[in-house]
């Protein structure tokens, strides 16, 4: 059975790459995953763009399990020297737009959960839902399902780790900040010039450490990314924007690092996007944790954001195919990686179910 839906879910992906599904465009790839569950007959719900399921032995009594990965793609960039929407099989590779990131953890994801669908007497409930809008951290994606589904206790979010355990991730604080100065002519002189203000903001955001370093994620990581100014030679801005991205350990709420910037920094003003997509993490010693080491898997922290980021319960992000082929030119997952990954997600659970 489990060579069958393995099959069957690496057919499935190289529908979803062949059917576009942009963040917030997913109704086609949402079709697809529909008839997966209609073919196996597992009834399912549909919000939006977002497909859920639970296991037939649903017990309301018993702590729920929710697997999770996102069938939206970012857009194809101009490196791409193959076509992003043609599933291409060569050397053992699958190329296509997402299907590292993350259409080959999503096929799994649906595999393993068709596995255990009318399995009896679960220590779990299951609970899946392949989410729409991740890559844009949409308003209709998974964190618009937490609401709808049932509360969930544990969860594994798929997407690319080579299959090891990612115990913790980063979260993001994307803040707005101005350096203001005195607008002028250029001609004149100007003591108060916003654009040569900003050379010792930049020094201070390049050299600034946050004191709390964390054993699994290590320091935060504050990164000016963005900066804007003037609109024509000969006059000196009244003021610059600034960008910066920080990614916050699990030693801060993103709220702590918003007070932290407010009153440090050198900004004229700094104002946060958003404080919603914060650090995740689950306990070495959960036993999801512990039946993953014991089949071999690795622990380790992610710098990168996923789903996790919208979820308050302990989460666990796991998947086939590796984080560093996301969003580049040519994407590929191995065939061997979505094997793998169908193989040791039902291992890992079977420990646990």
């Known amino acids: 059975m489990i060579e069958k839906l393995t099959t069957q879910a690496i057919a499935l992906l190289k529908q979803l790459i062949e059917t576009e599904s942009f963040s917030s465009e997913e109704d086609n790839t949402a079709l697809l995953i529909e008839d997966w569950f209609k073919s196996h007959k597992i009834p399912f719900k549909r919000d939006h763009h977002n497909i859920w399921a639970t296991n037939k032995y649903f017990d309301d009594s018993k702590p729920t399990l929710l697997l999770n990965s996102h069938h939206d793609t970012v857009k194809p960039n101009n490196g791409y020297t193959k076509n992003p929407l043609k599933a291409i099989v060569e050397d053992g590779k699958l190329y296509g737009l997402g299907s590292n990131d993350a259409g080959g953890c999503l096929v799994s994801l649906i595999a393993t959960f068709t596995y255990f669908y009318d399995k009896k007497d679960l220590n779990y409930n299951l609970v899946i839902v392949a989410s729409a809008e991740e890559e844009s951290s949409g308003p209709n994606g998974l964190n618009s399902m937490l609401s709808i589904i049932p509360k969930i206790d544990v969860a594994i979010v798929g997407e690319p780790t080579l299959m090891n355990l990612a115990i913790a991730e980063k979260g993001l604080v994307v803040f707005d900040a101005k350096v203001k100065g005195t607008a002028g002519h250029a001609a004149h002189p100007n003591k108060d010039n916003s654009i040569y203000n900003t050379i010792e903001v930049l020094k201070w955001f390049k050299d600034y450490q946050f004191a709390r370093n964390s054993p699994v994620l290590g320091d935060v990581k504050m990164t ?39 009153k440090k920094s050198p900004c004229t003003s700094i104002v946060a996007r958003s404080l919603r997509l914060n650090s995740s993490s689950i306990p070495l010693n959960h036993e999801l944790v512990e039946a993953g080491i014991e089949i071999g898997r690795e622990t380790y922290g992610s710098p990168t954001l996923s789903d996790q980021a919208v979820l308050t319960c302990p989460s666990l992000k796991l998947g086939p195919g590796d984080s560093t082929r996301s969003h580049t030119a040519d994407e590929f997952i191995y065939i061997a990686e979505i094997e793998e990954g169908v193989d040791l997600y039902i291992k890992l659970l079977e420990k646990v179910l």
């Open 224 to 262: 000016v990314t963005q900066i804007n100014a003037g609109r024509q030679h000969n006059a000196i801005p009244a003021e610059v924007d600034l960008v910066i991205d920080v990614r916050v350990n699990d030693k801060y709420s993103n709220q702590e690092i918003a007070d932290i910037l407010a």
